[in-house]
Nanobody, 124 residues
Framework: QVQLVESGGGLVQAGGSLRLSCAASGRTFSSYSMGWFRQAPGKEREFVAVISFSGGRTIYADSVKGRFTISRDNAKSTVYLQMGSLQPEDTAVYYC?????????????????WGQGTHVTVSS
């Protein structure tokens, strides 16, 4: 069982930056690939980024490539999403998710565990 708690969301102006954190419970964090997803009002949840359980591979959605960076600290059981050059279209609830020993899942259906989400609002 893994419990995930996101933090770091808030209100930021366009062009600004935020760093989201997702703290995981459990002793096997290093065995989980970790993903970030987001859901804007009235839209489906969409993939943002994933980092493999080894930390050696990352995948990004085209919409965030070059602006967002996913990383993990296994000693702290935490995954991060550094977001830069934020735009109003990045406004959404951001969720982290965990999947045991699947390399780099990018679909919501591939994840077993989800956090409660953190709100990010980007003003123009």
């Amino acid at each position: 069982q893994v419990q995930l708690v996101e933090s770091g969301g808030g209100l930021v102006q366009a062009g600004g930056s935020l760093r989201l954190s997702c703290a995981a419970s459990g002793r096997t964090f290093s065995s989980y690939s970790m993903g970030w997803f987001r859901q804007a009002p009235g839209k489906e949840r969409e993939f943002v980024a994933v980092i493999s359980f080894s930390g050696g591979r990352t995948i990004y959605a085209d919409s965030v490539k070059g602006r967002f960076t996913i990383s993990r600290d296994n000693a702290k059981s935490t995954v991060y999403l550094q977001m830069g050059s934020l735009q109003p279209e990045d406004t959404a609830v951001y969720y982290c998710a965990a999947r045991y020993r699947v390399y780099t899942p990018t679909r919501t259906s591939e994840y077993n565990y989800w956090g409660q989400g953190t709100h990010v609002t980007v003003s123009s």
